[in-house]
C-alpha cells in the first residue's frame, strides 16, 4: 500500500521560509514522477514542482526562483524548500506519486502566508 505523509507546513509572514517533507513507502513500482501540488480555496489544484525518473525537474512559473525540490532516495523523503514566501502562496500543498496506473496524494499540508 503506498503511503504519502507530509509535514512541515504551518503559518509563516511573507518573504519567510519552510520546508515541507514527504515520507513515502509502498510504491515497489516504476514512478513515473514525484512531486508537489498546490490547492488553494476556490482554486484549481496546480503543479508546484515535480521530479520525473529521468531527473528532470519542473516548477510552476509562479513558484520559479522561489521554490526547490529535493529527494532523499535513501530515506524514501522528498523535499519543498519555499523561500521568499507570498500570501498567494497559501494553500494546502499535497505530496504526488505518478505511478504507471494511477496517481497517488497525501493528505496535504496547509501553508499560509500573512501579509
Known amino acids: 500500500q503506498v503511503q504519502l505523509v507530509e509535514s512541515g507546513g504551518g503559518l509563516v509572514q511573507a518573504g519567510g521560509s519552510l520546508r515541507l517533507s514527504c515520507a513515502t513507502s509502498?510504491?515497489?513500482?516504476?514512478?513515473?514522477?514525484i512531486g508537489w501540488y498546490r490547492q488553494a480555496p476556490g482554486q484549481q489544484r496546480e503543479l508546484v514542482a515535480t521530479?520525473?525518473?529521468?531527473?528532470?525537474?519542473n516548477y510552476g512559473d509562479s513558484v520559479k526562483g522561489r521554490f526547490t525540490i529535493s529527494r532523499d532516495n535513501a530515506k524514501n523523503t522528498l523535499f519543498l524548500q519555499m523561500n521568499s514566501l507570498k500570501p498567494e502562496d497559501t494553500a494546502v500543498y499535497y505530496c504526488?506519486?505518478?505511478?504507471?496506473?494511477?496517481?497517488?496524494w497525501g493528505q496535504g499540508s496547509q501553508v499560509t502566508v500573512s501579509s
Open positions: 504526488n506519486i505518478n505511478g504507471p496506473w494511477r496517481d497517488y
Open positions: 509502498g510504491s515497489t513500482f516504476k514512478i513515473n514522477a
Open positions: 521530479i520525473t525518473s529521468s531527473g528532470k525537474i
